[in-house]
T-cell receptor, first 116, second 113 residues
Framework: DGGITQSPKYLFRKEGQNVTLSCEQN?????MYWYRQDPGQGLRLIYY???????QKGDIAEGYSVSREKKESFPLTVTSAQKNPTAFYLC???????????????FGDGTRLSIL | AQSVTQLDSQVPVFEEAPVELRCNYS??????LFWYVQYPNQGLQLLLK??????LVESINGFEAEFNKSQTSFHLRKPSVHISDTAEYFC???????????FGSGTRLQVQP
C-alpha cells in the first residue's frame, strides 16, 4: 500500500545536538511538507518542497533545515539553533495538479521529539 | 494572507446526539477548504474537502460540511455521533494561489456514553 513513512516514532535529543527526522513517501507525490504540532495549537508549516532540489520556508523555519534530493524523501533537521524543539512533527505530501494548485495532503504518523 | 478560526477548543457530546464543529476563515483570495481528523499519536486523515461545485460536501462516515461564502464559514456537522468519533478535528484552508495549508487550532470532540 502507498503511504508516508516517518521515522523514528519517538526521538530524544540532548541540548546542543542536531537531529534528523526521516520522511519517505511512495505515492509519487510531487510536493512534500513539514509541520510542527504543539498541544492546543494547530499545525504550523516549517518547510515545503514542490519539486526535487527546491524548497521554501514556511511560517516557522528558523532553527530547521531540509533537503529534497529525491522525489520520495524530504528529511528535516532540527538544529541546535531551535530553542524549543519539543513537539510532534508531521510530514505530508500531495500531488501537484497542473493549473489547479495542489490536491489534499496525505500525512504520516508523526515523530515525537523530546529534549533530554 | 489566510487564517482559520476554530472557536471551540473542546466539544463534549453524548453518544447519538448531533454535533457541529465551527470553522471560520479569512482570505483575500478564493479558497479550498478541508476538514481533517486526528486520533491520538497519529497523523491527520482527510475527512472531507470543498474545492468547487456543490457547497455541501459529505464524508463516508456521516459527517458533512457546508461552505458559506458570505459568512466565510465551513462548519462540520454530524446528526448522530458515535464513541469512535472521539478525536481532534482540524479545519484548514488553502488559497488558490498558495501551495500550502493553513490550519485552525483544532477542536477536540469528546463523545460520552
Amino acid at each position: 500500500d502507498g503511504g508516508i513513512t516517518q521515522s523514528p516514532k519517538y526521538l530524544f535529543r540532548k541540548e546542543g545536538q542536531n537531529v534528523t527526522l526521516s520522511c519517505e513517501q511512495n505515492l509519487n507525490h510531487d510536493a512534500m511538507y513539514w509541520y510542527r504540532q504543539d498541544p492546543g495549537q494547530g499545525l504550523r508549516l516549517i518547510y515545503y518542497s514542490q519539486i526535487v532540489n527546491d524548497f521554501q520556508k514556511g511560517d516557522i523555519a528558523e532553527g530547521y533545515s531540509v533537503s529534497r534530493e529525491k522525489k520520495e524523501s524530504f528529511p528535516l533537521t532540527v538544529t541546535s539553533a531551535q530553542k524549543n524543539p519539543t513537539a510532534f512533527y508531521l510530514c505530508a505530501s500531495t500531488k501537484v495538479i497542473q493549473g489547479a494548485g495542489v490536491g489534499p495532503q496525505h500525512f504520516g504518523d508523526g515523530t515525537r521529539l523530546s529534549i533530554l | 494572507a489566510q487564517s482559520v478560526t476554530q472557536l471551540d477548543s473542546q466539544v463534549p457530546v453524548f453518544e447519538e446526539a448531533p454535533v457541529e464543529l465551527r470553522c471560520n476563515y479569512s482570505s483575500s483570495v478564493s479558497v479550498y477548504l478541508f476538514w481533517y481528523v486526528q486520533y491520538p499519536n497519529q497523523g491527520l486523515q482527510l475527512l472531507l474537502k470543498y474545492l468547487s461545485g456543490s457547497t455541501l460536501v459529505e464524508s463516508i462516515n456521516g459527517f458533512e460540511a457546508e461552505f458559506n461564502k458570505s459568512q466565510t464559514s465551513f462548519h462540520l456537522r454530524k446528526p448522530s455521533v458515535h464513541i469512535s468519533d472521539t478525536a481532534e478535528y482540524f479545519c484548514a484552508v488553502m488559497g488558490t494561489g498558495r501551495r500550502a495549508l493553513t490550519f485552525g487550532s483544532g477542536t477536540r470532540l469528546q463523545v460520552q456514553p
